[in-house]
C-alpha cells in the first residue's frame, strides 16, 4: 500500500499534458467486443482501470497489447460471455460489456457491479432498455444473465441521464435489428467520442451530443483507428489545483468546451483563465471568492469535480455551497477535509462550506477517486506535511498525479506503508 506524502504552501507554476481520458477509453475498449477485426486505440492513459478492462476483454476473447498509449485490440479464438465478479467488483465500468456482448453473441452472464462508496450506483435503466430491445433478463447469483439472439430496434426514454446506460444500449443497438430510438441520452464527450468511433466502425449512429440519439441497426462492424480525447476531469482537476495554490498553470492538449462549467466558476472564484485551441491558461487569485455550486449532467457542472472544488471553496473567502445532485453519497472527503481543518457542514445534498484562512496538514485516508483527488488538493496548500493513505484510489484515474504535480513545482513524493 503506498501514500501521498505532501508539503504544502507552494504554487504550481508551469505546463502539463493532459492525457487520454479514463471514461472515454473504457467504453471505447468495450466496443472491440463488436467486431472480430482489429480496434487501434491512441491516447489511452496508462491507468489501472485501462489494466482490469484488458484483463476482461482477455476473458471475453479480445487479445489486447499496449506500447506508449498505443492499445491495439482483437479477437483471437473462442470468446466468452461471462464478466467474473472478481473482476467486476474491481470497476464497475465493467458493466460496459453487457451490451456489445448482447449484441455479438446474443447472451451475456456479467457480474452484478454493486454499489461503491458514491452510491448504490443501482443498473435498473441499463436492464429496462435491453428488455424493450427484446433481451430475456434474469438476476441470479448475484450476475445479470442476458439472452436475445438478436437484439431488436426500439424507442427507449431513459428516466434518468445516465452516461454508461447511453453508451451500453448504444452499443447494443448498433447490432440491433431496425432502428433504436435513445431519448434523454447522456450528452456528456465521452459518449460523443464512442458514438465516432462505432461509426467509424460502420455503424449509423445520429444525434450524437444532443438527447435524442438515433440509430440504425447493421448486420456487422469492422475495425477502426481511433484517438481518445483527453480527460477533461484530470484538465479541470489540476485548473482547480492552480487557482487554489494561486499558481500559474498552462495546460495542454485539452478541449476547453469540454469544461466550460468550470471555467465559468472558477472566473467566478476569482481566476483568470484564457484558452486558445487545445490550450488553456489559468492564473490563481490572491483571494478565492466564495461561489455556489450545483452538479448537474453535462455540460453542467461535473459531479466529478464537485470534491476538488469543495476542498478550493473550504479556503475560499467566505460562505459557499455545494449541491450534489447526482450521486447519493458524494461528500466521502467532508470528513476528511474537516480533519485538515476545514469547516463543511453536510446537510442533506448540500454541503456548506465556512472558508477559513489555512488548512493544517494531518493523516488522511482517500475512500474514492475523485475525494482522494480533492485530499491532494488540500495537501497543495495546507501548512505542514501532508500524508494521504490508500492512494490506489488516485491510481485508477490519474496518471502519474504525482510526476505531474513536481513538474509543477510541488513537493510531493509516494512513500510505501507497511501496514
Ligand atoms: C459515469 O458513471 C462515470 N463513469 C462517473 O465517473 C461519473 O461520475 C458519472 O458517469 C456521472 O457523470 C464512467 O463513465 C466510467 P450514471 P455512471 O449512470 O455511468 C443513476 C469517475 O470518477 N442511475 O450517469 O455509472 C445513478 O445512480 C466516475 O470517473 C440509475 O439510477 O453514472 C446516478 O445517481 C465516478 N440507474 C445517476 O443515475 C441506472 O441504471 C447518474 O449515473 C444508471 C444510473
Redesign the pocket.
Known amino acids: 500500500m503506498d501514500k501521498i506524502v505532501i508539503q504544502g504552501g507552494l504554487p504550481l507554476k508551469g505546463r502539463i499534458k493532459i492525457s487520454g481520458s479514463?471514461?472515454a477509453a473504457?467504453?471505447l475498449m468495450a466496443a472491440s467486443l463488436l467486431t472480430d477485426s482489429k480496434l487501434i486505440l491512441s491516447h489511452v492513459p496508462s491507468l489501472m482501470?485501462i489494466q482490469t478492462m484488458m484483463r476482461l476483454l482477455k476473458v471475453l476473447g479480445i487479445h489486447s497489447s499496449m506500447m506508449f498509449g498505443r492499445l491495439a485490440l482483437q479477437a483471437k479464438g473462442r470468446r466468452g460471455h461471462e464478466a467474473p465478479y472478481d473482476i467486476v467488483r474491481k470497476m464497475?465500468?465493467s458493466?460496459?460489456v453487457l451490451g456489445p456482448l448482447l449484441a455479438k453473441l446474443g447472451k451475456a452472464r456479467v457480474s452484478l457491479p454493486g454499489g461503491?462508496a458514491?452510491?448504490?450506483?443501482?443498473?435498473?435503466?441499463?436492464?429496462?432498455a435491453l428488455e424493450a430491445m427484446g433481451a430475456k433478463i434474469k438476476l441470479e447469483e448475484g450476475y445479470v444473465n442476458a439472452v436475445c439472439p438478436r437484439l431488436k430496434g426500439a424507442r427507449i426514454v431513459f428516466?434518468?441521464?445516465?452516461?454508461?446506460?447511453?453508451?451500453n444500449i448504444m452499443m447494443a443497438a448498433v447490432l440491433a435489428k431496425g432502428r433504436t430510438i435513445l431519448e434523454n441520452a447522456?450528452l456528456?464527450p465521452?459518449v460523443t467520442d464512442l458514438a465516432d468511433l462505432l461509426n467509424h466502425m460502420g455503424a449509423k449512429i445520429a444525434g450524437v451530443g444532443t438527447s435524442t440519439i438515433e440509430i440504425e441497426g447493421v448486420d456487422d462492424l469492422g475495425g477502426a483507428s481511433h484517438t481518445v480525447i483527453p480527460d477533461r476531469?484530470e484538465a479541470g482537476t489540476f485548473m482547480i489545483a492552480a487557482a487554489m495554490t494561486r499558481g500559474d498553470v498552462i495546460l495542454e492538449g485539452l478541449n476547453p468546451s469540454h469544461v466550460d462549467a468550470l471555467t465559468q466558476k472558477l472566473r467566478d472564484a476569482g481566476a483568470t483563465i484564457e484558452s486558445n485551441g487545445s490550450r488553456l491558461r489559468l492564473i490563481g487569485p490572491r483571494e478565492i471568492k466564495p461561489v455556489d455550486v450545483k452538479t448537474a449532467?453535462?455540460p453542467g457542472f461535473?459531479?466529478?469535480f464537485q470534491a476538488q472544488f469543495t476542498a478550493l471553496m473550504s479556503v475560499a473567502n467566505g460562505q459557499s455551497t455545494i449541491t450534489e445532485t447526482?450521486?447519493?453519497n458524494r461528500f466521502m472527503h467532508v470528513p476528511e477535509l474537516n480533519r485538515m481543518g476545514a469547516q463543511l457542514e453536510v446537510k442533506g445534498n448540500m454541503v456548506v462550506i465556512k472558508g477559513v484562512e489555512r488548512l493544517q496538514s494531518a493523516p488522511i485516508m482517500a475512500s474514492?477517486?475523485?475525494a482522494s483527488a480533492s485530499l491532494v488538493l488540500a495537501g497543495l496548500v495546507a501548512k505542514g506535511v501532508t500524508d494521504i493513505h490508500r492512494v490506489y484510489h488516485i491510481d485508477r484515474?490519474y496518471e502519474s498525479i504525482e510526476k505531474k504535480l513536481r513538474r509543477l513545482g510541488a513537493k510531493v513524493k509516494r512513500a510505501k506503508v507497511r501496514y
Request: overall charge negative; some cysteine.
Open positions: 479514463k471514461n473504457l467504453p482501470d464497475r465500468a458493466i460496459l461503491c458514491i452510491g448504490a450506483r443501482p443498473i435498473n435503466l441499463h436492464l429496462k428516466d434518468d441521464v445516465t452516461v454508461t446506460g447511453t453508451e447522456a456528456e465521452e476531469i449532467p453535462f461535473a459531479t466529478d447526482i450521486f447519493e474514492d477517486l475523485r484515474g
